[in-house]
């Protein structure tokens, strides 16, 4: 018995190596496991052995079933290739293309704005939103910025058409979004801390690296004892996470009216890793930041007492960081609402 | 600010290197933007003396020049007028890098025959050094130039280019700088006060001066000279004017020019003898007058400008320009030098309103210190004196109405520490801030440091102005870095942020690609887009918009999102889906304008067959109704769809979407005229909902709702109604009837076998039941009633 499944064995095998097309496959099936194949007979016969034999003789011949189904589909398989191959047959072609399903892209600024968003947030700072048309006091004069000052000829105004309001505010459009410095703390007791996206305006001429409108993120921290190495603490790990731990970052006296000290925060040039280079203007840092502690005039515009509380503002242009990123060379590209350039992000 | 080293080294007595002054500077505050090297590319050129000036045999125009080049004699072809024996001039010889006189491109000296005569090298002008334009004549240097030396070593100059802040005027002078370089190297700077040697009458016996608009003028300072030469400055004046960037003019106006350099306080020379009354008056002008500058322009006053005036009328605007009634001419020999403090509010108003911005009106705009009227003064007076003869009268005049002596700051040692998060200890505060030249007085009763700035630094007035100090002496790079400590403040963050975020999100997943347009726009785009002559909603317009299309601000998406569907159907044949999400602003009474947050989606259909294996439908308005659909039902809310009046839609195929019978938007095909007025040739689809409205209407709004136990019936009918029936109506009727969970309509139709003026509707009911499984029995008598009473209602028949 064992030698009749053994030679059985033998012969399917041997017969399956000459099979050339789907038919003889066939013939093969029917041949060697189809209902009246030696094999099958061997199955049903099992009922008449003894016990014993018919353990041993059984799981031989399953043993032997399994075996040949599973050299069938191997043997399918081989056969459908070649036959794809060689007459195109009626399988898909794959290589055609799909039915057009669309899925939109959000735009460059809403990707970086959310990007910068969940960095702040993940750092204790909630996300808040501010007019765009905006009461001049709160731009300037409570930003310590008071009428004729110079500081103002770097923000050239978009002065909204409208009468003044009750205080004798002038309309404009921010332009900056630092206003909400001052909204927030008339609303909010310390502690705080909130960054703040939105747009905002200058007065500039349009060209490949000045719009009218562009975006910022502001940011505020005001507590008992905030000090200026947490300024700097809380910047560098931004930097880390949103530039990467290998770009070193500097940190600079600048002037901003509303802060004291003022700082400028700088990352080293991605480009040429603080070599120097056309895109650094040679010194090896892009300047990245705006920043300082609160002014205590500005506190006190505020409402809030600067002997008592201290604080940190940063703000940045946003624009810049695709810019730099994916090396854009025309900022107006961002508000071309062009599909080629957009697609892209 | 350009500030040439060697004038630096005047007052910085300390050897140092230029590279790392420039850093220390940018770190602490002025960026310094360049260092250009004037002479680094002069190869081959010397001092070199004219031994002899001959006539060219073959040309009257040209001479022939011996040069004693320190190393030898050369013979060289010069076609200069003003060259002469004896003069100290500059020569080039053969191999020189120079500026081609007539390309203004660099060039290599080569050795050139000029009519018949070799010329061996060359002498040269300001334009060959690359100097200036000047290219009549030849640069003749002082006499006193050594012959030999490379003219790099004797003209050569390193000029710093500075970024200066606002807060920081003293950084608009030379001595400014030297002073801060000094503190940064810990070197401090060494500025004498200049003095001058009056022999002439007391100053009071010659001049007066009232000030009558003292809050506009804290101080007032003049001296008198009289008996001057105008002419030339010397060569080393005017270089240094030139490399600092300033135009060499005559020699008292030089000399204001060089001394405001110098000291960042700007003065004026008046012609004495042009002024009536020997009188000075400051006060403010009359309003609407006109009065002449210097430059020849025609300058209408305001009441609100700070003139100089003598007995009979205006002589200058205070601190901007001088008049041409009062200028320094070429025959002038008696000058009032004016060296005085004004507002910096006033100045600065006055220079912004006359369009007139100058070196002066930089300078006290930015608030340069009253203490530096006097040391000017004395400085130019001296020099003018030293450059254009004359003698001076005895003392100045010194009118100080507003100055008050500084005020110490005080401020204490931990105050600072805790502000900068360091730990410097009292007497390290101290030194960085006497480097700084502030004088520095500890009260031990107070445990403060009571700090008083020196007199050319009008920028330090409170104690976060003395920490910064502290922080730039230090470095920043000083400061540690820590995280910040306290516990997160308490938040409410806004539902509208997140709600923006899944909208966002949503409308990708329907294929519309995220736009933004700019905030501005102009009357006829917003007039165009929704189809409106007058419009219904005026916006906000711009004082002074920079181009007339951004005239104003936008109070609807339209015009943004319809100019990009037409642009970029340009080289799209696809469909095009564009969406945007911002704000628009809505004039509101006297307050601030509402700025509700839109979105904007639009549609055009692709116009070109999209895939091999099927026909490609053109957009319609089930299109973009269904994306409606499906991002309201995402976000959580149940629109429906009313007859809408948009004058931007076209009539008939438009809708308002209502929620919770709040209208919250419209969606409609664009009405063709529009459309056209933004060069859109197709039918196109548009939606707006106004999410700032939405969002209310959403909050609070999902509940769990068990998924039913007992299975669904379903029951498809097909009914045959009147044209006019709206599905609407159907609806309603079937939604009236208990069990039913979901009515769907599947199909219409229209033609044979049903009747003319009736349609086929064709519907699919899902019966359910929370209670139990539905039998078919029970499932047949609602839908017998359901029929009977669309009957009754709409006059509906079962389709058999
Ligand atoms: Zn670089």
Redesign the interface.
């Known amino acids: 018995m064992n030698q009749q499944i053994d030679d059985l064995r033998n012969q399917a095998v041997a017969s399956l190596k000459t099979i050339a097309s789907s038919d003889e496959l066939n013939s093969w099936r029917v041949r060697y496991l189809g209902k009246k194949s030696s094999l099958m007979a061997v199955l049903k016969g099992l009922g008449e052995l003894p016990a014993e034999e018919r353990r041993a003789v059984g799981g031989q011949a399953n043993q032997l079933k399994k075996e040949l189904e599973a050299l069938l589909k191997e043997k399918e398989e081989a056969l459908a290739a070649v036959s794809n191959l060689s007459t195109g047959g009626t399988d898909v072609d794959i290589t ?2 799909g ?2 399903a ?6 460059p ?2 990707l970086v704005l ?1 990007e910068l968003g969940e960095i702040f947030a993940s ?2 700072f ?4 501010g ?5 001049d006091y709160y731009n300037f004069e409570a930003l310590n910025i ?6 103002r ?2 923000m050239q105004t ?6 003044p ?2 205080n004798g505010w002038e ?1 404009l ?1 921010r332009t900056h979004t630092s206003p909400m410095q001052i909204r927030v703390m008339e609303k909010q007791k ?4 909130i960054v703040v996206p939105g ?1 905002v ?1 200058r ?4 060209d490949a690296t000045h719009i ?2 562009f975006h910022q993120i502001e940011g505020l ?1 005001i ?8 300024l ?3 910047l ?2 931004f930097s880390r996470r949103f530039f990467g731990t290998d770009r070193r970052v ?6 901003f ?1 509303f802060v ?4 400028e925060m700088a990352v080293e040039c991605g480009v040429c890793k603080g070599e120097g280079c056309r895109l650094c203007g040679q010194s090896g840092w892009i300047e990245i930041l705006g920043a300082g ?1 609160v ?2 005039r500005v506190l006190e515009a505020g409402g809030i007492d600067p002997d008592v509380y ?1 604080g940190f503002a940063f703000g940045m242009g946003v624009e810049r960081i695709p810019l730099l990123r994916y090396g854009i060379d025309d900022i107006r590209l ?7 350039f ?2 892209q992000f | 600010m350009k500030v040439p080293v060697s004038w630096l080294k005047e007052f910085i007595k300390v050897p140092f290197e230029v590279g790392d002054l420039a850093h220390r500077l940018t770190m602490a505050g002025t960026e310094v933007a360049s260092i250009s090297e004037i002479g680094s590319d002069w190869d081959g050129v010397c001092v070199g003396l004219v031994l002899a000036v001959d006539s060219h045999p073959n040309a009257d125009r040209l001479r022939l020049v011996t040069v004693d080049s320190g190393s030898g004699t050369a013979e060289v072809v010069c076609g200069a007028p003003n060259v002469a024996p004896g003069q100290k001039i500059c020569y080039a010889r053969i191999g020189a890098c120079l500026v081609d006189g007539h390309t203004g491109e660099p060039a290599v000296l080569k050795p050139a025959r000029i009519r018949g005569v070799v010329s061996s090298g060359m002498v040269c002008s300001e334009k060959e050094l690359g100097l200036s334009d000047e290219h009549e004549g030849i640069l003749v240097l002082p006499e006193s130039a050594p012959v030999g030396t490379p003219l790099r070593d004797y003209l050569g100059e390193t000029v710093l280019d500075l970024e200066v802040t606002p807060n920081r005027p003293d950084m608009l002078s030379v001595t400014g700088v030297a002073r801060e370089a000094g503190a940064l190297m810990g070197k401090p700077a060494r500025v004498v006060d200049p003095e001058f040697a009056g022999t002439g009458k007391a100053i009071e016996s010659e001049l007066a001066i009232d000030i009558e608009a003292p809050d506009l003028c804290p101080r007032y300072t003049a001296s008198l000279i009289k008996g001057i030469t105008i002419s030339d400055s010397p060569e080393w004046l005017k270089r240094r004017l030139v490399n600092a960037g300033m135009r060499p003019i005559n020699n008292v106006v030089d000399v204001t020019n060089y001394v405001m350099l110098e000291y960042g306080q700007p003065l004026h020379a008046f012609d004495f003898d042009k002024l009536s009354g020997a009188r000075i008056i400051v006060r403010r002008a009359r309003e609407g007058q006109v009065f002449v500058t210097l430059d020849g322009a025609e300058r209408k006053l305001t009441g609100e400008m700070l003139m100089i005036c003598d007995s009979k009328g205006e002589i200058a605007i205070a601190g901007v320009m001088g008049g041409a009634n009062s200028e320094v001419v070429p025959d002038t020999t008696s000058i009032l030098l004016e060296s005085a403090s004004f507002n910096p509010a006033s100045i600065h108003y006055t220079s912004s309103k006359l369009g007139l911005s100058s070196a002066a009106s930089q300078r006290f705009e930015r608030g340069q210190s009253p203490f530096l009227t006097l040391p000017a003064l004395n400085r130019a007076t001296q020099l003018i004196l030293e450059v254009a003869g004359g003698e001076a009268a005895q003392g100045v005049i010194d009118m100080a109405p507003g100055l008050n002596p500084r005020q110490p700051v005080l401020v204490s040692t931990a105050r600072i520490n805790s502000l900068l998060g360091t730990n410097y200890p009292e007497e390290e505060i101290i030194d960085a801030l006497v480097l700084l030249g502030c004088s520095v007085k500890s009260c031990p009763a107070s445990r403060e440091l009571a700090v008083t700035p020196p007199e050319w630094r009008s920028d330090i007035n409170l104690g976060a102005d003395v920490v910064e100090e502290i922080a730039r002496i230090k470095g920043y790079g000083d400061i540690p870095m820590t995280m910040l400590a306290k516990s997160i403040p308490h938040q409410s963050p806004s539902p509208m942020l997140s709600f923006k975020h899944r909208l966002r999100e949503a409308m990708v997943g329907l294929g519309f690609q995220e736009i933004l347009n700019w905030s501005m726009t102009n009357t006829g785009a917003l007039s165009k887009a929704l189809n409106q002559p007058e419009l219904s909603v005026r916006p906000l317009y711009l004082k002074k918009p920079m181009t007339l299309d951004q005239e104003c601000l936008r109070t609807s998406l339209r015009p943004g999102l319809f100019s990009a569907l037409a642009s970029n159907r340009r080289f799209e044949d696809s469909e095009i889906q564009l969406f945007e999400l911002g704000t628009v602003y809505l004039p509101a009474g006297a307050g601030l304008p509402e700025e509700p947050q839109m979105v904007g989606g639009i549609i055009g259909s692709p116009q070109v067959k999209r895939h091999w294996s099927e026909e490609t439908r053109p957009f319609d308005f089930y299109d973009l109704k269904g994306k409606v659909e499906a991002l309201l039902a995402y976000l959580g809310v149940n629109p429906s769809f009313e007859p809408s009046e948009d004058s931007g839609l076209k009539p008939g195929s438009q809708a308002v979407v209502v929620v919770k019978h709040v209208p919250v938007g419209v969606i409609g095909e664009v009405d063709q005229q529009a459309g056209r007025a933004f060069e859109i040739d197709e039918p196109v689809y548009y939606f707006e909902i106004d999410i700032t409205r939405l969002l209310p209407l959403t909050v609070g709004d999902r509940q769990y709702q068990p998924i039913p136990r007992y299975p669904a019936v379903v029951r498809d009918i097909a009914l045959v109604m009147d044209n006019t029936v709206k599905h609407r109506q159907v609806e309603e009727i079937i939604a009236g009837f208990p069990l039913v969970v979901e009515t769907r309509l599947f199909d219409i139709y229209t033609g044979k076998p049903v009747p003319a003026g009736k349609k086929s509707m064709a519907y699919r009911l899902t019966f359910q039941s929370r209670k139990k499984t539905l039998t078919d029995d029970a499932v047949d008598r609602v839908l017998e009633q359901i029929l009977a009473r669309l009957s009754s209602g709409l006059g509906a028949v079962l389709r058999r």
Request: hydrophobic share 35%; proline share 13%.
């Open positions: 055609l293309p039915r057009p669309n899925l939109g892209k959000l735009h600024m809403t959310h750092m204790g909630e996300i808040v939103e007019p765009e048309v905006e009461w008071p009428k004729e000052h110079p500081a000829d770097s978009f002065w909204v058409d409208a009468p309001g009750e309309m459009l310390p502690p705080l801390r747009r305006f007065y500039e001429a349009t009218p409108m921290a507590d008992k004892g905030i000090t200026m190495a947490d700097k603490g809380t560098y790990e500097r940190f600079r006296c600048d002037f009216p004291e000290p003022g700082v502690m002014h205590p201290s961002f508000y071309s609402s062009d599909l080629r957009l697609r």
